[in-house]
């Protein structure tokens, strides 16, 4: 029904910056809100954070004021802007995005295949 493309990952030095994006395509009514999540080698998954169909956006405190959370409506696609990246940040980042699949409320939610990103100190 629904397939979620994440692009963008990659090395970067610290203090660099990437965009991530988590792209839908398939039979979709409507989006409904996407988290975006990392795991570091050895670590647990992570949120990082979240956007809604209305734009309210939050995010990890690790992250605030650093990372920022945005989307695209026309083109089913939801973005994590990484500012002033550190080498913790270095984990495989995910989303979870939700779409509608009908006027109906009908809810479909999945991950994207994950991306690498590398912060080098």
């Known amino acids: 029904q629904v397939q979620l493309v994440e692009s963008g990952g990659g090395l970067v030095q610290a203090g660099g910056s990437l965009r991530l994006s988590c792209a839908a395509s398939?039979?979709?009514?409507?989006?409904?809100?996407t988290d975006w999540y990392r795991q570091a080698p050895g670590n647990r998954r992570e949120w990082v954070a979240r956007i809604t169909d209305g734009g309210s956006v939050d995010y990890a405190d690790p992250v605030k004021g650093r990372f920022a959370a945005s989307k695209d409506n026309a083109k089913n696609t939801q973005y994590l802007q990484m500012n002033s990246l550190k080498p913790e940040d270095t984990a495989v980042y995910s989303c979870?995005?939700?779409?509608?699949?009908?006027?109906?409320?009908?809810?479909?939610?999945?991950w994207g295949q994950g991306t690498q990103v590398t912060v080098s100190s």
């Open positions: 979870n995005a939700a779409y509608f699949l009908d006027e109906y409320g009908t809810t479909w939610n999945g």
């Open positions: 398939g039979s979709i009514f409507g989006f409904r809100d």
